[in-house]
């Protein structure tokens, strides 16, 4: 299942072509797209912080075209394992791609992102665009 990062949503909403185009692959495969409740969180946030309405209203538009995956308790020990080896190989990408990440892997998902930082974790597929 391709799940969104915050990234490729931003891109959407900014109608990057690379973006638009991969979303539009899958909307012509008839493959469902899904993203985080992180995901969202750091959507939100980036419009509440531009301090522009338009931007809120952005997201809120985007983020109804995804599936949304909750951050639930068996997401807990994958997110542990997943922090734990990156910041033992010296390499940790922050608590919230941590938790995409983990969160991508407890349903089986792949990411979708501009972020090459999620391909130091070796069991996350990782799609770029």
Do not use: W
Not at 17 to 35: F, M, V
Not at 88 to 103: L, S
């Amino acid at each position: 299942m391709p799940v969104a990062d915050t990234s490729f949503l931003i891109d959407m909403m900014r109608r990057d072509p690379a973006a638009l185009r991969r979303y539009d692959e899958y909307e012509r495969q008839d493959i469902a797209l899904s993203t985080t409740a992180i995901t969202a969180m750091e959507l939100y946030k980036g419009a509440y912080v531009s301090g522009n309405r338009r931007n809120v209203e952005k997201a809120d538009t985007i983020l109804e075209l995804f599936n949304l995956l909750p951050l639930d308790e068996t997401v807990y020990p994958v997110f542990g394992r997943i922090a734990a080896g990156l910041c033992r190989d010296g390499n940790p990408i922050g608590d919230f791609d941590e938790a995409i990440a983990a969160i991508t892997l407890c349903n089986d998902g792949e990411i979708i992102t501009r972020d090459r930082h999620f391909e130091k974790i070796p069991e996350l597929k990782v799609i770029a665009y």
